[in-house]
Every structure is written in structure tokens, then in C-alpha cells.
């Protein structure tokens, strides 16, 4: 069993920042990939970013390249997405998601555990 926790999320103008972290815990070693998903109201979970754990390839969303970038750091089993140049179309549930299974997909229902979320909120 993996535990997820995102944090990071609140209220920001349009064109600004923020950093978003997951924090896994528990059999942490078997996560192949992780990823960030989003699901704003009346809409459909979407994909965001995801990266391969152990060498660190990246992918992401046509509606993000160029303005989030995920990362993690290996020794504290966290996961990051920094997004710049924020856009009120951003604004959603931001979801954490680890994979066991070799390929890191776009799919949400190719992940196997999901944390709780954390709101991001972008202002016009």
C-alpha cells in the first residue's frame, strides 16, 4: 500500500506561481511512475505531467508544456510540479498518482493509487 498526500495548493493571480508537493509513504520502492492529474467541476480527470521514478524522463500535457515542470527527489519519496505563467483555466483539483506496472501512461485509470488532492485556484 501507498499513502499520498499533495499540499501546496491555494489562490493565485493569473501569470503567477505555485509549487505543488506529494509526499509517498509506505512500499514506495514498487512505484514505477508518478504523476499529476487535475479535475476541475463538470469536468473529466485529466492529465498533467508524469515522471519515470528512476530516470527521471518527463511528460506533459499539451496545455501545460513550457509552463509546469515535474520533478522529484528520490531520497524523501517526494513528488513536485512547479507551474509558472498560471492561467484561470488551471483552476482544479490537482491529484498525485503512482504507477507499479512498467510505462508511465496518460490515463488515470492506469495509476494505482491516488492521493486526496489540493485546490489550485487562478484568478482573472
Known amino acids: 500500500q501507498v499513502q499520498l498526500v499533495e499540499s501546496g495548493g491555494g489562490l493565485v493571480q493569473a501569470g503567477g506561481s505555485l509549487r505543488l508537493s506529494c509526499v509517498a509513504s509506505?512500499?514506495?520502492?514498487?512505484?514505477?511512475?508518478m504523476g499529476w492529474f487535475r479535475q476541475a467541476p463538470g469536468k473529466e480527470r485529466e492529465f498533467v505531467a508524469a515522471?519515470?521514478?528512476?530516470?527521471?524522463?518527463?511528460y506533459y500535457a499539451d496545455s501545460v508544456k513550457g509552463r509546469f515542470t515535474i520533478s522529484r527527489d528520490n531520497n524523501n519519496d517526494t513528488l513536485y510540479l512547479q507551474m509558472n505563467s498560471l492561467k484561470p483555466e488551471d483552476t482544479a483539483v490537482y491529484y498525485c498518482?503512482?504507477?507499479?506496472?512498467?510505462?508511465?501512461?496518460?490515463?488515470?485509470?492506469?495509476?494505482?493509487?491516488w492521493g486526496p488532492g489540493t485546490q489550485v485556484t487562478v484568478s482573472s
Open positions: 498518482a503512482a504507477r507499479i506496472r512498467v510505462g508511465v501512461p496518460s490515463t488515470p485509470s492506469e495509476y494505482n493509487n
Open positions: 509506505g512500499r514506495t520502492f514498487n512505484n514505477y511512475a
Open positions: 515522471i519515470r521514478w528512476s530516470r527521471g524522463n518527463t
